[in-house]
């Protein structure tokens, strides 16, 4: 193409010189009196004269450069098929010339269409990555990127040998027009099957430790370099998730990964001596690589130059790097800048505000024995500190909801942690899309501030809540509204429903579940996290009412009826010691239970009084609340009454009714949870979260017994809140059916949970958030400290799928079987009648993440 561009250009030049008949050996100059363009009256003449540089008034010399010159920048523009320059005539007595630009256009596009194995869906695909539109002027470039951008999206796919051709067709509806036939022939998918590698093995050293060989054999064997290869993957069994395709670019980046991996482990002079990639038949291709592993280096000597801050000691022991390691630049890069953890000398500095602080490691030299010697220069800078702080992007979101939860106030020096724990805070608050968050801090070196900005992007985080649940030969179904962005302040505002008031970020929650007629729960609540608005301590209010019953009013022997009626406050507040991811909530509670005929208590008719205060402490580090991939939270709940039995003056609780026993409920409640979130693939997007949760239930007198409220049942969905009026806890064990198949019927008082989650998600998108898990559970519950054996479990296993829709929450459905077979007196309904037999099924629900009242260790 090049070459062929030459030859126009050359013949054009040529011809050019012989149509101004002018002789080479004597040229004459000239003045440029007018120019004129001509063949293209669509453009803007006076742009092409100016982009040509033949103005008017410009002195040139003919023949010579200028013309020349003239019709390569007109030929650059890649919009004519044509250019010729000439004149008009020559005033002998002024010297004037009079040119023209005589021009002639490229085709435009005006329509294309696929043709050959192009399928409807692809064909939108491509239609976003092609830069095609009518009136798109025709070149032999466009068509070229046109044909590798469509190559390289079927390649990604795994289609290697797909072959792209475009074909002008003559639009005769327009003048000078086409249509581009652009036919795909993606021919068989391609998967790796083979990527061997060859003298890449590394010898034990007896002068190294056991474990530095260790992991050296590990980095560089087969295995190693193949994981170190993040897109280039043979096919195999474990490739669940993503195809085994061949991409020449991610290629050649994998190939550079290898030698990283040789670097990390001291062979900073590895190298790839050539490789091979070929097809082993029209399916299948196959990757050879030899590579020459060079020499072992080691650490040497490191010296530090410009550090006044902290000592050569301090920054030693943070470098964490000695005399004799094995070379790794990989390892002192990550320890001397922006390393995961914040174990670097950069971070060190950072978050003590030396925002202008830079360092570079200079290589001086390397000794006999391999030992590569460097010196640390750094330039400390001046401490910076926060001048202004910028937010943008909040639509709906007021500024004061965003500004407390940022920990980088102006005055203060600029401190790197504290800009990523506030990336975390505004994540959790739900409001903002994790994904699209970001931080531009703006340095003023003039006067040793810096300004911060914080763009957010809004998602909506208001919910419905549709949850299924069933048990006892009944289908639940609940009705939810969680406002979890709600403003009391503008409540009376006119212009503020849109639809509802919203900005203060108080949540505000309302919930109804029936079954029909015989059931009926009401439940309210409303919090404001920042009471007073000038710290973190949250007021939260709620109320619910429930209702059962049976029977006909009318026939007072067989009508039943349950009435629950509670309401409570609670206060809770974000510590500063041990850390400030510690939280401290503390609640008072009062329930009335009015009871007639009811099948539900210990005692059928009468009244009971359940008043607890309860308190929880928890540290929370993990940093999303929808599809958390690092962090960890423990909890620590206590629940009690009063020990009413300590001053009711009865030595006797034989002779007492149950009513009169349980008039006012006693006991107190301990449980302690914790999870985790580890991302162990290099994209920290597969999450393994490991879960384990314990609970005991006591008394104050042996006499009087283990109160029947608050007790443990264990098993199905967790999802059937009717059999909750006694304030048991329904915990899911997944795999086993029914609404509480592992306990006995009265309940445990002591239970143990664990469980193993790995997460993979399908969509981050905030508007829906879609995630695959595997998932092994095990559990029981017992009665009391006596028969408690953390190993004595019921066991699970299954597959899941988490569905985010910000207007109704988490939407979840689980496939599991229960390996242990249930214990003689357990409890539930819908199980097999065999208690001996194994469980098996799914579970399925829709349960909220914002106002979820469901006990879950």
């Known amino acids: 193409m090049k070459l062929l561009r030459f030859f126009f250009l050359f013949t054009a030049i040529f011809a050019l010189n012989q149509s101004f008949g002018q002789d080479y050996l004597n040229p004459t100059k000239h003045t440029i009196a007018r120019t004129v363009v001509r063949g293209v009256d669509h453009l803007n003449h006076e742009a092409i004269v100016l982009i040509s540089g033949l103005t008017p008034g410009k002195e040139i010399t003919v023949p010579g450069d200028d013309i020349s010159q003239a019709i390569k920048k007109l030929w650059e523009q890649d919009l004519f098929s044509d250019v010729q320059v000439g004149y008009d005539k020559i005033d002998n007595v002024s010297g004037d010339i009079f040119l023209f630009i005589e021009l002639k256009d490229r085709p435009k596009l005006t329509k294309f269409r696929f043709t050959g194995d192009v399928t409807k869906s692809d064909a939108d695909k491509i239609r976003d990555i092609i830069d095609l539109y009518n009136g798109k002027t025709v070149t032999e470039s466009l068509k ?49 099957k083979h990527i061997n590698f060859y003298n890449n093995e590394i010898e034990p050293d007896p002068e190294k430790s056991k474990f530095t060989n260790l992991k050296i054999k590990f980095s560089t064997s087969d295995g190693g370099l193949r994981r170190a290869m993040k897109d280039t993957k043979k096919q195999g069994i474990m490739r669940i998730f993503s195809r085994s395709k061949f991409n020449r670019t991610a290629y050649e980046r994998d190939k550079q990964a290898i030698i990283y991996k040789y670097n990390e482990v001291g062979l900073r002079d590895a190298y790839i001596i050539k490789d091979s990639v070929y097809d082993i038949d029209e399916k299948h291709m196959g990757i050879d690589i030899w590579i020459d592993k060079g020499n072992d280096y080691f650490f040497g000597d490191i010296t530090w130059v410009g550090n006044t801050k902290y000592s050569d000691g301090v920054l030693d022991t943070l470098l964490g790097i000695k005399k004799g390691d094995q070379y790794d630049r990989a390892l002192l890069d990550q320890r001397l800048y922006m390393s995961q953890d914040g174990r670097d000398v950069t971070s060190l500095y950072m978050d003590k505000g030396y925002l202008f602080f830079n360092l570079n490691p200079v290589e001086l030299n390397i000794d006999e024995g391999n030992h590569i010697n460097y010196e640390i220069r750094m330039n400390e800078g001046k401490q910076a500190r926060v001048k202004n702080i910028y937010i943008y992007g909040n639509t709906k979101t007021n500024d004061h909801v965003i500004l407390r939860e940022i920990r980088t106030k102006p005055g203060d020096l600029f401190n790197r942690n504290d800009i990523i724990r506030t990336q975390r805070e505004l994540a959790n608050l739900g409001y903002f899309d994790p994904e699209q968050f970001n931080v531009n801090p703006i340095p003023n070196p003039a006067d040793g501030t810096v300004d911060i900005e914080y763009y957010v992007v809004e998602k909506s985080s208001d919910q419905i809540e549709l949850s299924g649940g ?25 212009g503020a429903w849109q639809p509802l008031p919203a900005g203060d970020g108080q949540k505000l929650s309302l919930r109804g579940q029936t079954y029909g007629r015989g059931y009926q729960s009401y439940n309210f609540s409303f919090t404001e996290p920042w009471l007073g608005g000038k710290k973190p301590t949250s007021l939260s209010i709620f109320m619910s009412h429930s209702l059962i019953t049976q029977g006909d009013k009318a026939v007072p022997e067989t009508y039943q009826r349950t009435s629950i009626t509670s309401l409570g406050v609670g206060l809770g507040s974000r510590l500063k010691w041990p850390d400030d991811y510690f939280q401290i909530y503390g609640e008072f509670n009062y329930q009335y239970y009015d009871l007639r005929n009811s099948g539900f208590f210990i005692f ?93 239930l ?91 054996d953390p190993f004595n479990v019921k066991r699970s296993a299954g597959a899941g799928v988490r569905i985010f829709l910000p207007m109704f929450g988490m939407l979840g459905v689980d496939f599991a079987w229960g390996f242990d077979p249930l214990d003689p007196g357990s409890f539930g309904f819908g199980q097999a009648d065999d208690p001996g037999a194994t469980q098996k099924g799914y579970t399925f629900g829709f349960f909220p993440i914002i106002g979820m009242n469901i006990g879950d260790l």
């Not at 206590?638 to 609780?653: E, M, R, V």
């Not at 989650?757 to 006596?786: D, K, M, Q």
């Open 604 to 696: 059928r008719d009468g009244y009971s009084n359940n008043i607890s205060l309860k308190g929880v402490l928890s540290r929370n580090s993990i940093d999303a609340p929808i599809y958390p991939r690092n962090g960890s939270k423990f909890t620590l709940t206590t629940k009690a009454t009063l020990p009413y039995s300590k001053f009711d003056n009865i030595d006797d609780y034989s002779g007492l009714s149950d009513q009169e026993r349980y008039k006012y409920a006693e006991y107190y409640k301990i449980k302690f949870t914790g999870e985790w979130f580890f991302p162990v693939s290099r994209d920290k997007k597969l999450v393994i979260h490991p879960k384990f949760g314990y609970g005991f």
């Open 698 to 788: 006591g008394a104050y007198s042996r006499d009087k017994g283990i109160s029947p409220f608050e007790r443990f049942y264990l098993g199905g969905s967790g999802l059937n809140g009717t059999w909750q009026f006694d304030g048991r806890e329904i915990i899911a064990l997944r795999g086993y059916n029914g609404n509480s198949p592992v306990s006995p019927e009265t309940g445990g008082t002591v239970i143990a949970k664990y469980s193993l989650e790995l997460r993979y998600p399908v969509s981050l998108n905030p508007n829906a958030t879609i995630y695959g898990l595997l998932f092994a559970e095990a559990g029981n519950t017992y009665n009391g400290f006596s028969d408690f």
């Open 470 to 494: 069933y048990g006892a030969n009944r289908l639940i179904g609940t009705l939810g509204l969680s406002f979890t962005n709600f403003s009391t302040k503008n409540f009376f505002k006119k």
């Open 144 to 192: 070229r990127n046109t044909c590798n951008q469509i190559n390289a999206y079927y390649q990604d796919k795994g289609f290697f040998k797909v072959v792209t051709t475009i074909e002008e067709v003559m639009d005769t509806s327009e003048f000078n027009s086409r249509i581009f036939e652009i036919n795909v022939v993606k021919g068989k998918r391609v998967k790796i």
